[in-house]
């Protein structure tokens, strides 16, 4: 499978990866010293819904570029993309996604 990207593009899975490498350490650490809901069970999608909300944010917000002009930020346009989708829509599908398992996940782990 070949990655299609310009610019910062090639981001958005770094971020995806490395966001998801950091929560499931954090979660393995929660369930080791802290245990109650940690280890009782609650649904994975509230694991995936932590992983694409801070990876959405994390894509949203460095999808643009500026630079320091006369003291002053000035954005240039730089077309950001992977997969030809600009950085800005997939923090927004990061976020949409992150959203809707969140509530999935809530409404399976209500209903244990």
């Known amino acids: 499978m ?5 610019n910062k593009g090639i981001l ?6 490395a966001t998801g490498i950091a929560v499931v350490i954090i979660i393995g650490l929660l ?5 109650g809901i940690f280890i009782s069970g609650y649904d994975y999608k509230i694991n995936l819904a932590v992983i694409l909300l801070i990876s959405g944010t994390w894509t949203y917000f ?5 630079i320091k002009k006369d003291g002053k930020k000035v954005k240039i346009n730089l077309e950001n993309e992977f997969f030809g989708i600009s950085m800005k ?3 927004y599908m990061f976020l949409g ?3 809707l ?5 809530i409404k399976d782990t209500l209903a244990k």
């Open 2 to 6: 070949k990655f299609v990207w310009s």
């Open 12 to 17: 958005v899975p770094v971020y995806l990866i």
């Open 31 to 35: 369930q080791k010293y802290v245990g």
């Open 62 to 66: 460095t999808g643009e570029e500026y």
């Open 89 to 91: 829509i997939w923090g």
């Open 97 to 99: 996604g992150g959203v």
């Open 101 to 105: 398992s969140l509530i999935l996940g």
